[in-house]
Every structure is written in C-alpha cells, then in structure tokens.
C-alpha cells in the first residue's frame, strides 16, 4: 500500500478546469519533486492534498494509506499525517505563534489518544526548534507570521513540519525568497524530518534545493498533468533547458 | 418620543446651584430635537430615559482610599467661585442636544464629586461604579502630571455615570475601563479635554447589556493635544452594545487615533459609530479612526458608521471601518494544522480583539473577554 497514491485527478477552482488527469504515487521513505510553469496546477495539487474548501474533486480519487482521502475534513487529514507548508502563509494577528503551536500540537495529540504537553515542556522543545531554523525565539511571542519576512514565514512553516512529525510533508514553494543561508538550513530541517517512515513532496522552481534535499523523482506538472518523470537528473535538464521541450 | 417626556413629571424640580437655571428647559427641548433622533437611532432614547427616570441616585457612592494628591470636593459643599468653574465645566463645549439624558442625570443626581488630581500619582486613580445615577464626577489632572484611571463597574440593574476630565498643559492619563456586566441598563457619558501637549490613553472593554450605551467626548483643545482610543466589544446573544466616540480637533497639530474591534454573538446588537470634528484652524491635524466588527452568526446585528467633517486643509485624516465573517483563508491554514473547526474559530476571535486588549488591566481583562467569547 502506497502512502499517497492520486489517480487520473481532475480538479476544478471557480468552474475552471485545473487539474485534468494527473498521477501520482509516492511511496513512504521516498522523497518527490515536482516542478512545472507558473499557472500549471502545482498549488492546486497542494491545496487539494490538504483539503483547501473551493477545489472541487470533479474525477479521480486520492487515498492516503489506502483511505480514501476526499471525504475528510483539513483537520483531519493532518491527524491522519497530511502537512501542506503553504507558498503564501497566512498572517494571524493577535494570535501569538507559541499559542498555534500549542493548539496545532495539543489537537494532533488528543487525536492520537495522547495527553497535552505541558506547557513548559512544550515551550522548551519549540524554542529548540525555532533556534535550529535560526529563528530568534522573540517570534514565537508575534503574532501568527505576523510582519515576519518571507524567509521567516517558509522557517516558520518548517518548524510545523517538524513539530508535527506528518507522514507526508508537502512544501509548496518553501525555498522561494530564501537567502543562500537560509535554503541550507531550511534544507537540512527536512533532511532532518526525513526518515524510511515518512514523505517529501517538494515543489519547486529551482534545483538548487535538490543539491542539498535529494530526490527519488522529479516530476514535471505541465496543462495539470504529470508529463515527465525521472530522478534528480531531470531537474538539471529543466534548469539548463526549460519546459519547452516537454511541453511542446 | 411621548411616553419619554411623561417620564419627566417624575423628575425632581429642584434644579441644584451647580447646574444652568434653564436645564429643565433644555432637558425638554433636547428630547424632542433631530439630534437626539439622529444619536439614538439605534438605542431607544425613551427606554433610556425611562429607565433612569425610574432610578435612585447612588447610595453607596464611595471613592475610597484616594491615592496621595488627590483632592475631593461635593459639588454641594463648593464656594461660590468654584460653583461657577463646575458650571462652565459642564458647559464646555457641551452638545447638549446630542446627549439630553446629560441633564436628567444631573437632576437625579443632585450633587456631584469634583475630583483634584494635584500630581503624578503612584497608584492609580480607581472608581468603582455602584448602581443607580452615580453623581457626575469632574476628574482635574494638574499640569505635567502622569495619572492612571481604572474605571470598573459590578453593578447590576439601572447605572448612569457622567464623567468629565480635563487633563492640564503637558500631562498624560491612561484610563482603563472595563464594564463586564450584561445584567444592567447603562448610559454614560465621557467627556475628555486636552490641554497643550497633553496625552489621553484610553483602554475601554465592554460587552453587551440588556441596554448598553457608552457616549465618549474627546476635545484636542490645547496645540500638540493627543489621543489614543483603543476598545473591544463583545455582544452575546439578546444584548446590545452602542458606543459613539466623538474627536474634535480644535488646537494644532492635534492627533488622534480610535481603534476598536467588535464581536457580535447570536441575536444581538452592537454598533459603532466614530465622529471625526476638525475644526477650522486645527491645522496640522493627524486623525485615524479604525473599526472592525466580527459578525458571527446570520441575526448578530452590526452598523458602523465612520463620520467626517473637516474644517481645514492641512489634515491628515484616514477612517476605516469593516464588517466581515471570520476570514476562511485563516480557518483552512489552523485547520490544516490540525485544529479543529470550533478551536480554529475561536483562536481567530480571540485573536481579533486581542489586536485592541492593552493598558493597564490587560492580564485580568483577555481572561474575562474569553469567558464572555466561550459564553
Ligand atoms: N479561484 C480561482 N479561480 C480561477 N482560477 C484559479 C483560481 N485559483 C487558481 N486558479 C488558476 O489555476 C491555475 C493553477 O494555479 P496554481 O496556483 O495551482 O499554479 P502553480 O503551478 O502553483 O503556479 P506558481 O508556480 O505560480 O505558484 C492558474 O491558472 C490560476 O490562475
Ligand atoms: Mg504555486
């Protein structure tokens, strides 16, 4: 049984038809890439993983170890280990960011039949966190990615990731704005999240990225179908060449 | 407005030495006017009315321990020169027909409390407001001096409190209100003068009551005046909740900033309306006026409305005022986490109106905020 497995996926936002048959399936342990023009369906497919209400399922099915994922609430399916790191997160003032955390970890534990943290222990092991992103431990008193930098919002992102321990991490765009410092240690959070358990979904315009996070396979999302697969080599070709060839 | 003004004949007819002789006379006027119509368009005047009209003056009216610098004074035990500073006091730059009950309270109350505040203060400044009319209060901050006012209520039932401030040449108040109670009828009137460059914080929380309305009065009289307005409301099902804040900027290079978000629960009322007066002459003027409300069900009831009126060219003036849903974008991103829709909602209104929780009794107020929100 696959971890995530999408099959002939055809998706609609507004009435407009996004996603028009796309396949997918990754296996736990593995780690994918997907890259693909501006405009082609990456964050649809994101966003559809993780339940975003507006994208309607019009063919196809998504099972996540086997369970059919569409009839299932955002909420759900992170219990169940599904993690989008948004391409734009969103900004949550008078929320301070330890107080989502707590609520995220507090909620992931009691659907796992598992009690709260307390709250000291739990402050302690995010400001661990926050400081192996080089986050400054200020942050987790602002508001929800409130006034936080492009890079802070992607390091914020990760530090969920972490937290949460998913099953399949999806990163939508979580390398673009980072500084050259900031991508390394970005990457090495999920070099360290990653293990034989678990899945990396990375989608990306780069392929710097790749040189630190390595795929298994690299895929090319194109019109909202997968039109190319191959592994990391792949990615080299489309940063040399474009996607003219495999569009064309 | 008819059954109101019946009301009347059970209003004393004794018009006490610190109030103008024609009170009566204008009491009766203002009643009947287009501005008390226009003021009270969504609180009703005559219930207002008629429910102080059928209220006792405070008994238990105790200011209790007074800071060290502060001076009391009963408007009835005050010499012939300072009956006339109260009158003026009350007078100044009164709009009387925008606030009629002004003079019932007045009436009712038959004495009042002048309240001196000679220096800065180490503790601050505490009323505690009791049931019934309270007896209006002038509070005198002496220049340069730094004062913090806590203005509380536990009252049940019919309340009433009219409250005047003037704050002298260079000084600073901060004043944190909170009226928690949704058990009360309750009219006040707050009216704040500013002298040169003196600065005037206001931290104001309420919720809902079966009659709730808050009238606030800020005058930027002295050059380099300025004020800062922040507040939270919250309405529960089968409450109401009206305040108006009127500025007026009349000295120069005055600012001014109100900041206020609302939450409307159920089938309840709540409304904002911000008044922004710059009159001729108050050049340099820097205004901003931002009000946000929250409606969380189909019958919560919300009317904002921001008014302008601008005298003079060199102003800085920028107003906003919204109504919306909780924001969706929001809601996905918490759910996505793993935080269950009723959770992510709430996190969302608490954190709204933590965006205008400050001052003072910030800690005790976010406890008691929730309690309401949860309620
Ligand atoms: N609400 C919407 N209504 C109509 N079209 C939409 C809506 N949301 C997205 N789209 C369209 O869907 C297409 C795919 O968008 P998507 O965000 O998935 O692209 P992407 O591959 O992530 O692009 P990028 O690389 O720029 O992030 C775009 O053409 C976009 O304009
Ligand atoms: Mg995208």
Request: net charge negative; glycine share 8%; charged share 25%.
């Given at each position: 049984?696959?971890?995530?497995?999408?099959?002939?996926?055809?998706?609609?936002?507004?009435?407009?038809?996004?996603?028009?048959?796309?396949?997918?399936?990754?296996?736990?342990?593995?780690?994918?890439?997907?890259?693909?023009?501006?405009?082609?369906?990456?964050?649809?497919?994101?966003?559809?993983?993780?339940?975003?209400?507006?994208?309607?399922?019009?063919?196809?099915?998504?099972?996540?170890?086997?369970?059919?994922?569409?009839?299932?609430?955002?909420?759900?399916?992170?219990?169940?280990?599904?993690?989008?790191?948004?391409?734009?997160?969103i900004e949550i003032p008078g929320v301070s960011?330890?107080e989502f955390?707590?609520?995220?970890?507090?909620?992931?534990?009691?659907?796992?039949?598992?009690?709260?943290?307390?709250?000291?222990?739990?402050?302690?092991?995010?400001?661990?966190?926050?400081?192996?992103?080089?986050?400054?431990?200020?942050?987790?008193?602002?508001g929800v990615?409130e006034?936080?930098?492009?890079?802070?919002?992607?390091?914020?992102?990760?530090?969920?990731?972490?937290?949460?321990?998913?099953?399949?991490?999806?990163?939508?765009?979580?390398?673009?704005?980072?500084?050259?410092?900031?991508?390394?240690?970005?990457?090495?959070?999920?070099?360290?999240?990653?293990?034989?358990?678990?899945?990396?979904?990375?989608?990306?315009?780069?392929?710097?990225?790749?040189?630190?996070?390595?795929?298994?396979?690299?895929?090319?999302?194109?019109?909202?179908?997968?039109?190319?697969?191959?592994?990391?080599?792949?990615?080299?070709?489309?940063?040399?060449?474009?996607?003219?060839?495999?569009?064309? | 407005?008819?059954?109101?003004?019946?009301?009347?004949?059970?209003?004393?007819?004794?018009?006490?030495?610190?109030?103008?002789?024609?009170?009566?006379?204008?009491?009766?006027?203002?009643?009947?006017?287009?501005?008390?119509?226009?003021?009270?368009?969504?609180?009703?005047?005559?219930?207002?009315?008629?429910?102080?009209?059928?209220?006792?003056?405070?008994?238990?009216?105790?200011?209790?321990?007074?800071?060290?610098?502060?001076?009391?004074?009963?408007?009835?035990?005050?010499?012939?020169?300072?009956?006339?500073?109260?009158?003026?006091?009350?007078?100044?730059?009164?709009?009387?027909?925008?606030?009629?009950?002004?003079?019932?309270?007045?009436?009712?109350?038959?004495?009042?409390?002048?309240?001196?505040?000679?220096?800065?203060?180490?503790?601050?400044?505490?009323?505690?407001?009791?049931?019934?009319?309270?007896?209006?209060?002038?509070?005198?901050?002496?220049?340069?001096?730094?004062?913090?006012?806590?203005?509380?209520?536990?009252?049940?039932?019919?309340?009433?409190?009219?409250?005047?401030?003037?704050?002298?040449?260079?000084?600073?108040?901060?004043?944190?209100?909170?009226?928690?109670?949704?058990?009360?009828?309750?009219?006040?009137?707050?009216?704040?003068?500013?002298?040169?460059?003196?600065?005037?914080?206001?931290?104001?929380h309420?919720?809902?009551?079966?009659?709730?309305?808050?009238?606030?009065?800020?005058?930027?009289?002295?050059?380099?005046?300025?004020?800062?307005?922040t507040g939270t409301g919250i309405t529960?099902?089968?409450?109401?909740?009206?305040?108006?804040?009127?500025?007026?900027?009349?000295?120069?290079?005055?600012?001014?900033?109100?900041k206020l978000h609302n939450i409307a629960k159920?089938?309840?009322?709540c409304?904002?309306?911000?008044?922004?007066?710059?009159?001729?002459?108050?050049?340099?003027?820097?205004?901003?006026?931002q009000n946000k409300n929250l409606a969380l069900?189909?019958?919560s009831?919300i009317?904002?409305?921001?008014?302008?009126?601008?005298?003079?060219?060199?102003?800085?003036?920028?107003?906003?005022?919204t109504v919306g849903q909780l924001d969706?974008?929001a809601l996905?991103?918490l759910?996505?986490?793993?935080?269950?829709?009723?959770?992510a909602k709430r996190l969302l209104c608490i954190g709204f109106i933590t965006e205008c929780i400050d001052?003072?009794?910030?800690?005790?107020?976010r406890?008691?905020l929730l309690?309401h929100l949860?309620?």
């Amino acid at each position: 049984m696959s971890l995530l497995q999408v099959d002939d996926l055809h998706v609609t936002v507004d009435g407009k038809l996004i996603l028009k048959g796309l396949t997918l399936t990754i296996e736990a342990g593995e780690v994918h890439a997907i890259m693909g023009p501006n405009g082609s369906g990456k964050s649809t497919l994101a966003n559809v993983l993780a339940g975003r209400p507006g994208f309607e399922i019009t063919s196809g099915t998504v099972n996540f170890e086997g369970v059919d994922l569409t009839p299932l609430e955002p909420h759900q399916r992170a219990h169940a280990g599904m993690f989008l790191a948004f391409q734009y997160p969103i900004e949550i003032p008078g929320v301070s960011n330890m107080e989502f955390l707590k609520a995220a970890n507090d909620s992931q534990r009691a659907a796992a039949g598992l009690e709260a943290r307390s709250a000291v222990e739990f402050m302690k092991s995010v400001r661990t966190l926050a400081e192996s992103l080089d986050l400054n431990p200020d942050f987790l008193k602002r508001g929800v990615n409130e006034g936080f930098s492009g890079g802070e919002r992607k390091r914020n992102e990760i530090l969920q990731m972490l937290m949460l321990e998913p099953k399949l991490a999806v990163l939508d765009e979580t390398d673009s704005g980072l500084d050259i410092d900031a991508l390394q240690t970005v990457a090495n959070g999920i070099n360290r999240y990653h293990n034989s358990g678990n899945a990396v979904l990375l989608i990306t315009h780069y392929q710097r990225l790749l040189n630190y996070v390595v795929p298994d396979q690299v895929h090319v999302l194109a019109d909202g179908r997968i039109l190319e697969s191959g592994d990391r080599r792949l990615a080299e070709k489309l940063e040399a060449e474009g996607y003219a060839w495999v569009t064309a | 407005m008819g059954d109101g003004v019946t009301a009347l004949d059970r209003l004393s007819s004794d018009v006490p030495d610190w109030l103008d002789r024609d009170a009566w006379a204008r009491i009766k006027l203002n009643l009947e006017g287009p501005g008390a119509r226009e003021h009270w368009k969504h609180s009703s005047l005559a219930k207002t009315l008629e429910a102080l009209v059928g209220t006792e003056r405070s008994v238990d009216e105790d200011l209790g321990e007074l800071p060290n610098g502060v001076e009391t004074l009963r408007f009835s035990e005050a010499d012939s020169a300072t009956l006339e500073v109260i009158r003026q006091r009350l007078a100044h730059r009164m709009d009387w027909s925008r606030y009629p009950l002004a003079d019932v309270v007045n009436l009712i109350a038959q004495d009042g409390w002048m309240i001196r505040v000679r220096r800065s203060l180490d503790t601050p400044l505490i009323i505690d407001a009791p049931s019934g009319i309270n007896s209006p209060v002038i509070i005198e901050i002496a220049p340069g001096a730094q004062v913090e006012l806590h203005e509380v209520s536990h009252a049940t039932g019919v309340q009433a409190r009219l409250i005047n401030i003037v704050i002298g040449r260079d000084a600073k108040l901060v004043h944190a209100r909170h009226d928690f109670v949704s058990d009360c009828e309750h009219w006040q009137l707050l009216r704040v003068t500013l002298d040169d460059n003196a600065s005037y914080q206001l931290h104001s929380h309420v919720v809902g009551a079966r009659l709730r309305r808050i009238d606030c009065q800020i005058l930027l009289e002295g050059n380099g005046a300025t004020a800062e307005l922040t507040g939270t409301g919250i309405t529960n099902d089968g409450t109401h909740l009206d305040q108006r804040h009127v500025v007026e900027h009349i000295g120069r290079a005055t600012t001014s900033r109100n900041k206020l978000h609302n939450i409307a629960k159920g089938k309840s009322r709540c409304t904002f309306n911000g008044r922004i007066h710059i009159h001729a002459g108050a050049s340099g003027t820097d205004a901003d006026l931002q009000n946000k409300n929250l409606a969380l069900h189909e019958s919560s009831e919300i009317n904002t409305k921001p008014e302008l009126e601008i005298y003079d060219d060199d102003v800085k003036c920028a107003h906003g005022a919204t109504v919306g849903q909780l924001d969706e974008h929001a809601l996905f991103y918490l759910g996505s986490r793993g935080i269950e829709p009723s959770l992510a909602k709430r996190l969302l209104c608490i954190g709204f109106i933590t965006e205008c929780i400050d001052g003072p009794l910030a800690d005790e107020l976010r406890g008691e905020l929730l309690r309401h929100l949860d309620s």
